[in-house]
């Protein structure tokens, strides 16, 4: 079983749509979530970081984190083409430790 | 935010020769550099640890010998893929933590490279 599971999609969306992005886990020691979304051919950059369980709002980003059923959540309000790209979510048990990552989902917001 | 820099973007190079990738943290230190690959439509994959001033630490099933890691000093790792063949070409991206080591505050963040695409032929 792999430490964080995230469906790939693609996922293709209408502008203004409320996007919908999610990862499970297997490891409860996990307590550092953090969301990265990565346009093509670039490295990716961080959205949201989340310590344990609870919400976190940043603008139209939502991520929310439920420990108890190690299960993750990106909400994307109000989409905008800009928001195509792919959407990885990393955990880690902690600082300076190994970051495990999602595959990735691959968003296109169409205009 | 913070800036890493790696370079170069893109390479293509000959099956048997070495490719060197840099990576530098533009406007700060960098105690600890990780390194990974990703292929296409696949995660971030892990390939080894680089602190400043030691041996990297390698994650399980790399090939220390062929992905030689060296982080000189505070703002630069390289990655050097030896004797490379096709089945190393892929998506080579780095990435630097502030906070990593000592103990000192977690800022959740890790700052990663533009990446740099390796295609052997």
């Known amino acids: 079983q792999k430490e964080v599971e995230q469906d790939p999609g693609p996922l293709s969306v209408p502008e203004g749509a409320i996007v919908s992005l999610n990862c499970t886990y297997s490891?409860?020691?996990?307590?550092?979530f953090m969301w990265y979304r990565q346009y093509s051919r670039k490295g990716p950059e961080l959205l949201m970081y989340t310590y344990s369980s609870g919400n976190k709002e940043d603008g139209r980003f939502t991520a929310q984190v439920d420990k108890s059923s190690k299960y993750i959540s990106l909400f994307i309000r109000d989409s905008q083409p800009s928001d195509s790209a792919t959407y990885l979510c990393a955990m880690s048990v902690g600082p300076g430790n190994q970051f495990y990552f999602g595959t990735g989902t691959s968003l296109t917001v169409i205009p | 935010g913070a800036v890493v820099s790696q370079h170069p973007s893109w390479v293509i190079c000959k099956s048997g020769t070495s490719v060197k990738i840099e990576c530098r943290s533009l406007d700060f230190q960098a105690t600890t550099m990780f390194w990974y690959r990703q292929f296409p439509k696949q995660s971030l994959m892990l390939m080894a640890t680089s602190n400043e001033g030691s041996k990297a630490t390698y994650e399980q099933g790399v090939e220390k010998d062929k992905f030689l890691i060296n982080h000189a000093s505070l703002t630069l790792s390289t990655l050097t893929v030896t004797s490379a063949h096709p089945e190393d070409s892929s998506f080579y991206i780095c990435s630097a933590g502030t906070g990593l080591a000592g103990g000192s505050r977690y800022t959740g963040e890790l700052f990663f490279g533009e990446g740099s695409r390796l295609t052997v032929l």
């Open positions: 490891n409860s020691a996990f307590q550092y």
